[in-house]
């Protein structure tokens, strides 16, 4: 079974440019969600898509949205890029079977963006 | 909220000794916590979990405990070897079945 897929894999934006990233969940996963990166920030929570729902939303301007494809693959999109954008973006994707299962996410490789 | 606070941050021990993170939370309603190792350069992975209907897991080397009543659950690994070393994320789920992490503890093991 193909893991979880993350397209590109290193880009470089200047500022005030947009960016879209591309996630391809593991076959028969329907949710998927984003995180950024950081140097000791940890795993900081974008959003998460479930059957083409964006169902929960982290605390990131509105800068930063997503999308999800009835197969299931998601895009996230950055506008008008800022230094501080600069990060390694995860998507993961699980079952999500609901509350009270064992909803392990799967994560890709990431997407390294650099921000000049 | 649904914050996970995990300590400590950055973590140093010599080989063959027992390293222990801790996680808490303020929520009651999280059933699920897994616990994740990202290597430098690789992807976060799942190296063990537990639910909330029992105290302790074991799988190996590596043990976490859980503490409902007290809302924290630990990770604990004996025996600490020069490849454990990497960012170890605690996490639980939250109130729509997605997974809140902690941010990390950078644990580094000297041989």
């Known amino acids: 079974k193909a893991g979880v897929t993350q397209t590109p894999r290193y880009l470089i934006k200047t500022r005030g440019q947009q960016v879209t990233l591309s996630c391809s969940p593991i076959s028969g996963h329907r949710s998927v969600s984003w995180y950024q990166q950081t140097p000791g920030q940890g795993l900081q929570f974008l959003f998460e898509y479930f059957s083409e729902t964006q169902r929960n939303k982290g605390n990131f301007p509105g800068r930063f949205s997503g999308r999800q494809f009835s197969n299931s693959r998601s895009e996230m999109n950055v506008s008008t890029l800022e230094l501080g954008d600069s990060a390694l973006y995860l998507c993961?994707?699980?079952?999500?079977?609901?509350?009270?299962?064992?909803?392990?996410?799967?994560f890709g490789a990431g997407t390294r963006l650099s921000v000049l | 909220g649904e914050n996970v606070e995990q300590h400590p941050s950055t973590l140093s021990v010599q080989e063959g000794d027992s390293a222990v993170i801790k996680c808490t939370y303020s929520d009651s309603a999280s059933n699920y916590f897994p616990w994740y190792k990202q290597e430098l350069g690789k992807r976060p992975q799942l190296i063990i979990d537990i639910r909330s209907n029992v105290g302790e897991k074991k799988d190996q080397r590596i043990a976490v405990t859980l503490n409902k009543t007290a809302k924290h659950f630990s990770l604990h690994i004996t025996e600490t070897q020069p490849e454990d070393s990497a960012v170890y994320f605690c996490a639980k789920e939250g109130s729509q079945g997605n997974l809140i992490f902690g941010k990390g503890t950078k644990l580094s093991v000297k041989p």
């Open positions: 993961a994707s699980s079952l999500l079977l609901g509350r009270d299962t064992k909803n392990i996410q799967y």
